[in-house]
């Protein structure tokens, strides 16, 4: 781990929730951003460190992180931290303060993707992915409120996906836990917004990332092939050649911190746009075809 010198004071709490996002010292805000070595985690940490912040980078491997470590020694801290280890949690939060002081900011990244019918997805696989995409960020956005609390200041960013939306054959393992991650965040925002906190849901597309190269991929059932089979296929074959910038889906993370009132939710790259607005008009549309036998249900009082 690096560890840096004086952390910069605390923020100054908000006169709003809905205040831009507070100067947190000379020294920039400090960032605490889990899967830092690779895909959006990495363009992330590249684009805080471009804007003069400060980054605890909580990897599982440390020094996958050397070469960075070297470019930025100063403001750059390196921690280990599996999000399933609940005591690696706690020390790694303690690490990234003593290294940077105080956080402002905490990116919620690490995850893998899944690829598996429901009949096909054992529940250890299931479990899995709850435990990494689910229950790991929500451990610690919990250990980090305390201290954003108390300097009714900070920002939880949540990145799940456009599958936390919405989902289709042969993902949905992965879906579930994004999907998970957003319902939680999305009461965490109401609960958090008149202390000054502020929630961001993240959804991202298909970036040009190592993602689709590391998949879990369930024991196949033949009766399947038809339709998770070619999301399988499809998925490898596009690894590596995916139309999405890390690096411009960090700037515009960025940006949208720093508007007056972000947005709860930011999709990412034309597809997840796409996706989710044809998702929300087929939600619309489904509820008015039910209508006549959705409404009107009250218990008739005499």
Known sequence: MNVSPAPGPDATPANSPRDAAPAAGDEGRHWLVTGANSGLGAAVTRAALAAGDRVTAAVRRPETMDAALAAHPERLAVVRLDVTDPDRCVAALAEAEAAHGPLDVLVNNAGFGTVG????TSED????????????PLRLTRLALPGMRRRRSGTIVQVTSMGGLLAFG???AYCAAKGALELASEALREEVRPLGIRVLIVEPGAFRTQFNGALL???????????????????????????????KAARALLAVLDL???????????????AIRAKLATVGAELD?????????????V
């Open 170 to 172: 042969g993902v949905g």
């Open 289 to 301: 075809s039910v209508e006549h036998l959705a409404t009107g249900a009250a218990i008739n009082v």
């Open 217 to 247: 991929n369930s024991r196949p059932i033949a009766d399947y092939e038809a339709t998770v089979g070619a999301v399988r296929e499809g998925m490898v074959e596009g690894n590596g050649r995916q139309s999405g910038d890390p690096d």
């Open 260 to 274: 007056p009132e972000p947005p709860l939710r930011l999709a990412l790259g034309d597809d997840a746009f796409a």
């Open 117 to 120: 019918a429901v009949e096909e």
């Open 125 to 136: 696989e299931l479990r899995q992915a709850m435990e990494v995409m689910f229950h790991g």
